[in-house]
């Protein structure tokens, strides 16, 4: 399923383009509360400014397996509870990662109790097999082994400050814990990455 496939039938073309300068001088807020209006091509703008970076912190939270189906539902839980966040009056952002964040989390468990399920039925009794290591030198893929062995409490925080440049505090509400945890996740995250760096560099 394609990312882009939610809004497959929305307006394109002159409409769109004629409108574009104008919607990009708007915040996010002003663009979601004319979508709460009905104005389609105002939430096709606020889609256009998100979609790349929800899709990297979803891929971070629940994998190449899971993400389309999430990002699709996160969006279309997005779309469903225009009218609440007008009600709301927040910054969009926020409330949009603490939705994401939200449905990630559901489709994690969900996928987990299917994983109960299916080994509860194994009498082969055999350990999953780890995923075969792709030996590269490459520094971007040494910071991608290396990022994937963080617990995922603490590959969130990491992407929410450093892909989404949001500040602890809002990362805190998005993740639905203090501050000071979020401060103390991207410490072990940075300790746990450079541990992992500096291993992998005396191997190459």
């Known amino acids: ?34 979508y709460a209006k009905g104005d389609k091509v105002a939430f096709e703008q606020l889609y256009r400014r998100h979609r790349a970076g929800m899709w990297r912190y979803l891929l971070n939270m629940t994998g190449p397996e899971m993400c389309a189906d999430v990002f699709q539902d996160t969006w279309s839980r997005l779309i469903a509870g225009r009218d609440r966040f007008k009600r709301d009056q927040g910054r969009f ?18 996928a987990s109790l299917r994983v109960v399920d299916e080994l509860s039925g194994d009498e082969s009794g055999a350990d999953p097999q780890p995923q075969e290591l792709i030996e590269d030198s490459d520094r971007v893929e040494a910071f991608r082994r290396c990022f994937e ?35 103390s ?5 940075i ?8 291993a992998a560099h005396g191997q190459a």
């Open 185 to 189: 996740r991207l410490r072990y995250a």
């Open 93 to 110: 952002a926020p409330w949009a990662y603490r939705l994401a964040h939200n449905v990630a989390i559901d489709a994690l468990r969900k």
């Open 149 to 183: 062995q963080l617990p995922r409490d603490q590959k969130e925080a990491w992407v929410l400050r450093e892909d989404q440049g949001l500040d602890l505090s809002t990362i805190g509400f998005v993740c639905g814990t203090k501050r000071e945890t979020i401060k």
């Open 191 to 198: 300790a746990k990455l450079k541990t992992c760096l500096e």
């Open 1 to 34: 399923m394609r990312p882009a496939s939610l809004f497959a039938t929305w307006p394109t073309g002159p409409l769109i383009a004629d409108r574009e300068h104008s919607d990009l001088q708007k915040s996010d807020e002003q663009l979601m509360a004319a």
